[in-house]
């Protein structure tokens, strides 16, 4: 099979899966579309250093990430991310990793089958709402399916932060889903003792 | 004879929903979860959560058309610029 074929074959089947991330990372249509033109550019030119076999998927999703990090390096001034990381950072460490549950679903809705009412759209919305790197933990492995060492390589982070984040960003995810929940009044929370 | 102990079952509950764990450790969460009635609601719990957020990622925005074939083209460019 010829270079072109070999990447059509391998590469661009994953072309809806590199679009979706792009638009998450940069939250508009029209970025999402010149950064996935600009990944799958790159990623042609650089096919020689593919390893048939591998996931292509995240070998894409690495090259389209890196592609956005360098532009917005260039774009937005360093103050405004180094505060923003602080702020994540000071929220993550306020949570307990003892288990996954949270105290007022494990009384209300132990079992969640409030997670089964919950529109797509609010669930989506929720993901949107986390901190980046949450986010981005939680998109891959949960919407993108890819494996623990494989969103190590496309974040550049070990395969524990990449757990611990997993971790933390689905215990976020799942307090805002139940807060949706009884708002909608799908789960009726139990009055407070007292 | 089970040996896991319920905190080794919840610390390691997202690994074995995420298929991260060698088949033998695998089978011995999936034991715990089996005859333990405290920590089997955990498992139902995020195992419910992940199948929304699974049924929510079907609901994703597919590449536009227009994306699909501009690549299209800007790959048969590079390709006659590589083959030259």
Known sequence: MDRKSSFEAEALPHLDAVYRFALRLSGSPA???????????????????????????????????????????????????VLKAAGSARKAGTESTEDPLFASASVDDPEGNFFRELVDDSILAAIDEL?????????????EGLSYAEIAQVLDIPVGTVKSRLFRGRRQ?????????????????????? | ???????????RLYEYLDGELSPEAAEAVRRHFEICKQCYPQLCFCQAFQEALRRAARGLPCAPEHLRARLAALLRDEAARHDA
């Open chain 1, 31 to 81: 970025d999402a579309e010149d950064l996935v033109q600009e990944t799958f550019l790159r990623a042609f030119r650089a096919w020689e250093q593919y390893t048939p076999g591998t996931r292509a998927k995240s070998w894409l999703f690495t090259i389209c990430r890196n592609i956005f990090l360098r532009q917005r390096e260039r774009s937005v001034r360093h103050d405004e991310i």
């Open chain 1, 173 to 194: 995810l799942q307090e805002k889903l139940y807060a949706y929940a009884v708002d909608y009044g799908y789960i009726k929370p139990r009055a407070k003792h007292g």
């Open chain 2, 1 to 11: 004879m089970d040996r896991t102990t319920c905190r080794e079952a919840v610390a």
């Open chain 1, 131 to 143: 901190p980046d790197e949450f986010r981005d933990a939680v998109l891959l492995s949960d919407l």
